[in-house]
Nanobody
Framework: QVQLVESGGGLVQAGTSLRLSCTASRRIFSGNAMGWFRQAPGKEREFVAGISWNDGSTYGANSWVLNSVKGRFTISRDNAKNAIYLQMNNLKPEDTAVYYC??????????????WGQGTQVTVSS
């Protein structure tokens, strides 16, 4: 049973933008923090962005992004749609990786992520 489904990856040129989406089952999404990870070929998986649960408002959830993407990537969540997003602007070739959506069993973004999507490929050409 697939519980997290990512979409939005693709092949783009450096300097352009992509928005990744992840839709979760209500059971996985409600009350839990969500995050985005990525894994480039030959490298370890790294935590790119996380967003805590916030009840009610679409905006204002506590979030964190990796220093190397700060100012370019933004994570957000839409509780009405059980979805999170990763807006990626000014993409660079070093952003090339498989991007994974993940969920925690807890409301804050910091901690162990235990549920994973299948991943979506992002390739940035120079």
């Amino acid at each position: 049973q697939v519980q997290l489904v990512e979409s939005g990856g693709g092949l783009v040129q450096a300097g352009t933008s992509l928005r990744l989406s992840c839709t979760a089952s209500r059971r996985i999404f409600s009350g839990n923090a969500m995050g985005w990870f990525r894994q480039a070929p030959g490298k370890e998986r790294e935590f790119v962005a996380g967003i805590s649960w916030n009840d009610g408002s679409t905006y204002g959830a506590n979030s964190w992004v990796l220093n190397s993407v700060k100012g370019r990537f933004t994570i957000s969540r839409d509780n009405a749609k059980n979805a999170i997003y990763l807006q990626m602007n000014n993409l660079k070739p070093e952003d090339t990786a498989v991007y994974y959506c993940a969920a925690r069993d807890g409301s804050t973004w910091r901690g162990l992520y235990t549920t994973w999507g299948q991943g979506t490929q992002v390739t940035v050409s120079s």
